[in-house]
């Protein structure tokens, strides 16, 4: 019996070739790219991937109440911002391709993360907070010991927002780069003066969702500029409802 071997024997015999050797000097530094440029394109897209995990795990410890939530909306509002940012390069655009391919390419689950960019702002923008709302609520009390108009500077603000972006319809102003600021005031400035759910405020938010999801320079045409001022202006009505 022969001798048990200490490795698996291989059917066929192998004899090294010594004129075979190494093209690249193992205690070398590997660069991934050659170029500044690569270099750049590269970075860009880590920084996205760390955006995207980091939106999801931030969604995750607002849901649980493990982050107050002006920090929320101050770090979700700098993420989308910096997604944003990076996106809107045509270097990066065409790498990055879009959100599910980049999501495919790297196995990235984060439902929560896409949603959040899908809308492109804080849930607490969207939704005027319970706190948001007892301070509206808090400063309206005082106000009407002093003057028969509740809240007059943050009403103001909100109705001058309103009629500054129907104006900016008026005027023929139909790209996402010029629309989508002015109604996110909008929302901003509304939620300051109530938390109530008045008729047609949803209407502001899926506009701002429509919007998000447009290219910057891409434009609504003639009929959907039609149904968003005459949705917002619904909104518009809707919220003086609510000051009566």
């Not at 066929?12 to 500044?36: G, M, Q």
């Not at 005027?128 to 709302?133: T, V």
């Not at 943050?154 to 129907?166: H, N, S, V």
């Not at 008729?199 to 919007?211: A, C, D, F, P």
Request: glycine share 4%; net charge negative; with cysteine.
């Amino acid at each position: 019996m022969n001798p048990r071997q200490p490795y698996a024997p291989t059917p066929h015999s192998y004899v090294p070739n010594s004129n075979l050797h190494a093209t690249i000097n193992l205690d070398e530094e590997v660069k991934l790219t050659e170029t500044r440029a690569e270099r750049d394109l590269q970075e860009s897209l880590a920084e996205i991937f760390s955006i995207i995990v980091t939106l999801d795990e931030l969604e995750k410890a607002f849901l649980k109440d493990a982050i107050p939530e002006a920090d929320y909306t101050e770090i979700c509002e700098r993420c989308l911002k910096q997604y944003k940012f990076l996106t809107s390069d045509e270097t990066v655009s065409r790498a990055f391709v879009g959100l599910e391919e980049f999501k495919a390419e790297w196995d990235l689950e984060v439902p929560r993360a896409t949603e959040r960019i899908r809308v492109g702002m804080p849930s607490t923008t969207l939704t005027a907070s319970s706190s948001m709302g007892q301070s509206a609520s808090s400063h309206n009390h005082q106000q009407q010991n002093q003057q028969s108009q509740p809240g007059g500077q943050l009403i103001l603000e909100a109705t001058q927002d309103f009629i500054t972006f129907l104006d900016a319809l008026r005027l023929g102003l139909l790209a996402k780069d010029q629309l989508h600021p002015l109604l996110t005031d909008v929302i901003q400035s509304v939620n300051k003066v109530t938390d109530r759910d008045f008729e047609n405020r949803g209407k502001i938010v899926q506009w701002l969702i429509t919007l998000n999801q447009m290219k910057a320079t891409e434009e609504l045409s003639e009929d959907q500029a039609r149904e968003l001022e005459l949705d917002i202006n619904s909104a518009y009505q809707g919220f003086k409802s609510t000051l009566s």
